[in-house]
């Protein structure tokens, strides 16, 4: 019963909290909602561009990167054990960085 009780009251305060917080939004008096929705866009879409440039790109760079190197050094280390050389996976994995690198001057 205990357990109810503190479990009903975390409940209550969290709907609390979140009807606290919350706001009505208003598209415009016309109740243009497709219009509010392409205003908002268009203020936050420079934002997201220079988000997505400058963090999320290089992010996604940097692993891809870490990625073919080390990918590239177990190729050798495979080659200098059987052989040969496995160019699939250093070669898919250089397409994609060449990919995401050059993406920002295409993608927007």
Not at 26 to 36: C, K, R
Not at 39 to 60: E, H, L, M, Y
Not at 71 to 86: I, N, P, S, V
């Amino acid at each position: 019963m205990k357990k109810y009780k503190k479990t009903a009251l975390v409940l209550t305060f969290a709907l609390m909290v979140a009807f606290a917080f919350s706001t009505t939004a208003y598209a415009a008096p016309t109740g243009d909602v497709a219009g509010a929705i392409e205003g908002t866009w268009r203020d936050a879409s420079g934002q997201i561009k220079t988000v997505v440039n400058n963090v999320v790109f290089p992010a996604i760079d940097l692993i891809l990167a870490v990625f073919f190197f080390a990918k590239l050094g177990m190729a050798y280390f495979d080659y200098r054990k059987h052989g040969q050389f496995e160019w699939a996976a250093p070669a898919i994995l250089f397409a994609c960085l060449v990919f995401t690198l050059t993406a920002p001057l295409y993608i927007w």
